[in-house]
């Protein structure tokens, strides 16, 4: 929060810019339930109702006991205290400390309204697969806009292919209509969150009992270092015989005493996280296959637990988000959700062209979940369950990649507002960065995954080439060009979205650790040593993923360099001739041939 201001602002002109200031000077708080004949008959009273019903001296202008920001009682007290304060101001009476409380709670209640109100003037008539083009917007139009950050980007900062990959695959254009009630930050004191015992370290508490899995040793002691940032999932694979899936999913359970607590079967979950690993072969995708969902899961176990996030879950949250990152791409087809819009398949028909993998993955894994041999969920309560399910059903429908930039957007807006931050919200963000993490980890893990994805984008391009369809971005394995894609993959997508949850986590977190502090619950080394009271957050992704955009920047040189030569070579050959097709393959870099660099400072946290 900003320190108060010297002094306060002219109070007239804070008026003519909000609100509209009658000739009596009535300032008119507007709702989106006001029509227009309101507007206008209430612009032309002399004064408020509201105001002139509440007696100026009776008004406390204390701002403990402030009804949420986002409710229309909030409108209503802050048009009575704005006048108040108008009407305190020319007897020259208003503590400075009262006015600058008030008028910070009446900017968020506008900016509220504001959000409200542009959440439902999203352009529904665009077509996704056209790249977003540049366009002067309205301050209004640009709140909401999900392609306001691509229109932003230089037309030559990237390559016209990998601008549109960027369009077609992180933004979309049907209007995504927010479900009400479900964005409405949740009001918990911190103090009630330690009295009501959340604040357990449970995270290492470990029982060794009700297991009847055998884990190998090498897989044990590869396990070990599943709090690593940097974690080499596919060492685990190799030693766990390919069954890396199922190891950090019953770790983790374990871990955080999840199998305990829901009184989880040990044979139902195992042959829940077997008949997962089957669901994740089933298509052999080189990229989004069961290793791909152990590394998610390990990721987003990695968050959770370094940036103590885990404390301000409970057990039922955690229980929830670890599921999510387990299921969150399970029987994936290999293909895109354009893929399946465009050929018009089951999974499309059945979704209706909406977030068709995500919807298919949940669907899917809760039906393993109710089967009888895998139901790990048969102890959860009626209400459990619900919460359990609507909670999982967010968080993965959340890693729909055309969801990406109204989800930046709408942490952004969150993270402006003073109060605290949804979990829903919170989590699904964890696990969008969790799903998109690779380019933030060692380069080794980076470059292989890279070669993964490119592999399963490729086999799209080919089938998409037989089907006689155009191919899709980044999609052709003769001109792709790898590593412009990646650097802008991580300058667009992956680097803004780790900020973004860098800032999220540390708003979430200053607070509950001040209030630990106060309780003596968690020592002093997490906090910055200039500033006692900021909660810093150990960020091992930063430097990872500028040292592989380093990498893949060397690469397009290279790679250019080659085609330049590779042009000239043609062009000597054949003299006159024009080629009209000017980008060639450019092959991803052989691994071997550049050091490995580590950068897993993630570990231990601080
Ligand atoms: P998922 O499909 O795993 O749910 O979401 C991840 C998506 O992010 C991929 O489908 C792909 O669109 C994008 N993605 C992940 N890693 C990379 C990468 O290294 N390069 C590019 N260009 N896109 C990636
Ligand atoms: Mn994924």
Redesign the pocket.
Known sequence: VANPPDRAKDDSSVGAKNGQLSRAGSLTVLRRTNSKSKLASSSSSRTSSIAESDSYASVDLGTDKLPPIDTPEASHVCSIRLRNILRRIQNGEVPKEDLYKNLEYAASVLESVYVDETSTVKDTTKNSIEPPTPQPKSSKERLTDEDDELSEVEPDAVPTE?RD?LAL??TRSMNNVRRRGQEKPKFRSVAHAIRAGIMVDRIYRRLSSSSTLHIPPAVLQLLKGMDDWSFDVFALNSAADGHSLKYVGYELLQKYDLVTKYKINSSMLDSFLLQLEAGYSKYKNP??NLV?GAD?TQTVHNILSQSKLAHWLTDLEVFATIVAALI??FE?TGT?NNFHIQTGSEFALLYNDKAV??NH?ICASFRIMRSEESNILNHLSREEYREFRALVIEMVLA???SFHFQQLKNMKNLLGMPENIDKQKALSLVLHCA??S??AKDWSL?HR??NQ??E??FKQGDREQELGLPISP?CDREKTLVAE??I???DF??DPSFTVMTEMLEKILTPLQKAARSEEAISEEVFDKSDKSKYVLSTPWADCLAINKNKWKEQAAKDAEERKRKEAEEKSKVPNSNTNNNTTKAPVPADKATPVVNCSTGKGGN
């Open positions: 990998v990959w695959t992180f990229y989004h791909h998610v969150h791409d994936h895109t993998l995500e993955h890693t729909d990649m799903d998109i690779h380019p980076h995954w890279t994805l490119l399963e984008f980044l894609s990646q802008g993959f991580i997508i992956v």
